[in-house]
């Protein structure tokens, strides 16, 4: 701001010093013409005294002679003679004897002091002759001499004063000029650094207090300009952050009011800087309604100064959409510990929204078929039976499992089985809405239904029963029916969890399917049949417990040879402790579970590990071990990672892989070609043999022969525990032996019982025999020597 003429230093140092000046000349001025009237006073005083000495004798004798006429000839002349303006003489009783300039009737003036005001000093002496008073002698001497001088003295001080001033304005305008030039530049590059001009320096030169002040304001100029740098790119770099950072940022004062916010508000909510600026109640002006309230619980607490993060909420756009964000805020404080407010960081959530949504929705469907899966309805079941528990009423469920649906996948492809399940979803979803529905995998399906008593819960599965089954599909041209077995539970005391009710559904549908299919069966705890499979699930949980705490055990059998120059053999077999320790629980108590519940493979796997262990801890200890023969069972073959596995445990125990060979059953192999004949590969490039184990059980036993490149056969029990009694058993046998022969594969005659049939499959040219009459299995480390 521009510094005004009377607010100006060099003004007020002007003005001040001329004041001074004319003050301090005042009282010279006046002092000095003090000094000249006491002079002139003093000088009138002796006048008047000399004036006196000098008429006082030349008026005693004309007075004392009573001479009038020549005491007023020497008035006269002393009037002339004097600057008198009367004079007079008076006898000694003070009566008028003869004056000049004052009329004798009007009484004489009271003598006054020399210097007094007025323009007349009156004057009175006796006069005496020979020490004898005659009369007083009185005049008015005039004191214009005295104002004269005294007027005179003043206007010549004055103009003296007059010219001492204005010289000294002129000299103390030129000092002052001089002197304030350099305070002139500080202001104006104070001015300049005001309005933005850094760059401004003040010239330096002397080496006075205004020098060290201007060298001072160069180098402060410089700090400013330095801090103004640093603060512009701290405040372009806060800028590159806070205004391009993706997030909405916002800045609110101790007083809960918005300071600052970032552009990306405008992104998020349509509404720019200067809209949000001049809002009154930001940012609830922008909050769905039903959120306001939460939003606004925050905004008080993060005024006082408690941090948050991750409250979510829906926010209103300018074209009235409804996204919705998360917000983290912080307080901040300054280096006092005042609050400054608090920082809020607002993303948009809306697609995380989705994503939880869909991912929730994923979580309880099935992806295919797009009804619940096995999760949602275990925990839709889990709900009803408490429900019942707290209000009374019943649960029914159905275990639902697809007939023929296996040979429209192998047939078609499982294009068309995912076809037909999603077809399958929609009908029943339309036509059964009387429960809740869920695919619980593959092509089994559940149902639960709430307060049906069971004779209606038996009308409600044979109706989906009928309608599966009538239900057309076409593929391709090609028509398919499939059917569907349902199993049934009900909830009671004893059968009142989740699980207990699934393996009960799922038994009865599994009797339902060995009953003839397309029925359904209930659960009924005390039938004979479903004893049976409750003792499968209990095998279930002695396997479990088996495998983690390593009581399974490995027995051999020895595969023993018929002829010489053959190699014996021993297949491996597997056996389970009891839970005491101490008993052995047969593979017929434990295995048919296993398979059917989806344990085998599990099995499988510790046999090999536990058999590749056993053989290389006999090399290690230098002990001889015959070549091992293992079993794998059909889930064993569909396990895709059972190759590597293998891979893996020879590579862990340096197995030589001729030692190790496995066996395969036909009808496994039949039912699961592709794999059979991957895992047939498998093994002739890892160098192990392999044996088609049961054969002849088959009705293809020999068309499938001629794709399985298989080592050995071992024939089927059923043809050669009788041989010795049954010619058909003994044909059979020696086809099979003769075939097996010509395509130089050797044959084990399994189940051989006395010595009748040893002699009777070695006459038939068996290779190897196996069975009690040879050798009762037992540990397998007894066989390793």
Same mark, same amino acid.
């Given at each position: ?205 002397? %080496? ?10 160069? $180098?402060? &100029? !410089? #700090?400013?300009? =330095?801090?103004? +740098? ?117 993303? %948009? ?10 991912? $929730?929705? &994923? !979580? #309880?469907?099935? =992806?295919?078929? +797009? ?132 393996? !009960? #559904?799922?038994? =009865? ?277």
């Amino acid at each position: 701001m521009p510094i005004t003429f009377h607010h100006s230093l060099r003004v007020k140092l002007l003005f001040f010093s001329v004041l001074i000046e004319a003050i301090m000349l005042s009282i010279l001025v006046g002092n000095s013409v003090r000094l000249i009237r006491e002079h002139l006073v003093r000088q009138a005083e002796v006048r008047v005294q000399a004036v006196e000495l000098a008429y006082k004798t030349a008026l005693a004798v004309p007075l004392a002679s009573r001479d009038y006429p020549t005491l007023r000839d020497i008035i006269e002349d002393w009037q002339r003679a004097e600057d008198i303006r009367y004079l007079a003489v008076t006898d000694n009783q003070g009566q008028i004897l003869v004056s000049v300039g004052w009329n004798s009737d009007v009484p004489l003036p009271t003598p006054t002091r020399i210097g007094a005001d007025g323009d007349v000093i009156h004057v009175a002496f006796t006069v005496e002759y020979q020490g004898v008073p005659y009369g007083r002698a009185h005049y008015g001497l005039s004191s214009s001499f005295l104002e004269d001088a005294r007027s005179t003295l003043f206007k010549q001080s004055v103009t003296i004063a007059v010219l001492e001033i204005t010289l000294a304005f002129l000299l103390l305008l030129a000092t002052g000029y001089w002197l304030t030039r350099d305070f002139a530049a500080l202001a104006d590059a104070s001015a300049r650094i005001a309005d933005g001009d850094l760059d401004v320096r003040v010239p330096i030169h002397g %080496d006075d207090e205004v020098t060290a002040v201007s060298r001072s304001f160069n $180098a402060m &100029a !410089a #700090a400013v300009k =330095a801090r103004v +740098g640093d603060l512009a790119e701290s405040e372009q770099r806060f800028r590159a952050i806070a205004d391009f950072t993706y997030a909405w940022e916002n800045w609110f004062g101790p007083d809960g009011r918005l300071s600052w916010v970032n552009p990306a508000v405008e992104r998020l909510t349509g509404y720019t800087v200067r809209d949000c600026m001049a809002m009154e109640d930001f940012p609830l002006q922008l909050v769905h309604p039903a959120d306001r309230e939460l939003v606004r619980r925050q905004h008080d607490q993060a005024l006082a100064g408690h941090t948050g993060q991750d409250l979510e909420f829906r926010i209103v756009t300018r074209d009235g959409r409804h996204p919705w964000v998360a917000m983290a805020w912080q307080p901040i404080f300054g280096a006092d510990g005042t609050s400054l407010g608090y920082r809020s960081s607002i993303r %948009d959530t809306t697609m995380q929204h989705i994503a939880t949504e869909e991912l $929730a929705f &994923a !979580a #309880a469907h099935d =992806a295919l078929t +797009g009804l619940h899966n096995r999760r949602a309805y275990e925990e839709e079941l889990q709900l009803e039976l408490d429900r019942m528990r707290r209000n009374g009423g019943s649960v029914v469920i159905f275990y639902i499992d697809l007939d023929q649906f296996k040979l429209i996948n192998d047939t078609c492809g499982h294009s068309a089985g995912d076809a037909l399940l999603q077809h399958l979803a929609r009908v029943m979803e339309a036509r059964f809405s009387f429960g809740f529905m869920a695919r619980l995998g593959g092509d089994e399906f559940g149902m639960i239904l709430r307060d049906v008593e069971i004779a209606e819960a038996e009308r409600r599965a044979q109706h989906i029963i009928d309608d599966i089954r009538t239900m057309p599909f076409v593929w391709e041209g090609r028509s398919f029916r499939i059917g569907a077995s349902i199993g049934i539970a009900v909830a009671t005391p004893e059968l009142d969890t989740v699980s207990d009710l699934l393996i !009960a #559904a799922d038994t =009865a549908c599994y009797a339902a399917k060995e009953r003839g299919r397309n029925r359904a069966q209930v659960f009924i705890p005390d039938d004979q049949y479903f004893r049976e499979r409750k003792a499968d699930f209990l095998s279930l949980s002695q396997i479990a417990s088996a495998l983690t705490s390593n009581r399974l055990v490995l027995y051999g059998q020895r595969i023993v040879p018929l002829h010489e120059g053959l190699e014996e053999s021993v297949e491996v077999l597997v056996r389970m402790m009891g839970d005491d320790g101490g008993s052995l629980i047969p593979p017929a108590r434990f295995i048919p579970a296993a398979e059917r519940y989806g344990m085998m493979q599990l099995i499988d796997r510790w046999v090999i590990d536990a058999a590749a262990r056993r053989l290389s801890e006999a090399r290690a200890a230098g002990a001889s071990a015959p070549r091992l023969a293992i079993n794998l069972s059909g889930l064993t073959l569909a396990d895709p990672g059972i190759k590597e596995y293998i891979r893996e445990v020879f590579r862990a125990y340096q197995i030589d892989t001729h030692r190790i060979g496995f066996e395969i059953t036909e009808s496994c192999a039949i039912a699961q070609l592709d794999m059979a004949l991957d895992f047939i590969a498998f093994c002739q490039e890892l160098g192990c043999d392999l044996a088609l184990d049961d054969f002849g059980s088959g009705l293809s036993s020999f068309a499938y022969l001629k794709r399985f490149k298989v080592q050995s056969l071992k024939i089927d029990g059923m043809f050669v525990r009788n041989a010795d009694t049954d010619g058909d058993d003994r044909a059979v046998i020696k086809s099979m032996v003769q075939l097996s022969h010509h395509k130089k594969l050797h044959t084990v005659a399994e189940f051989v019982v006395s010595d009748a049939v040893l002699d009777t499959v070695r006459d038939l040219g068996a290779d190897y025999a196996q069975g009690y009459a040879l050798h009762v299995p037992e540990p397998l480390e007894n066989l390793i020597s």
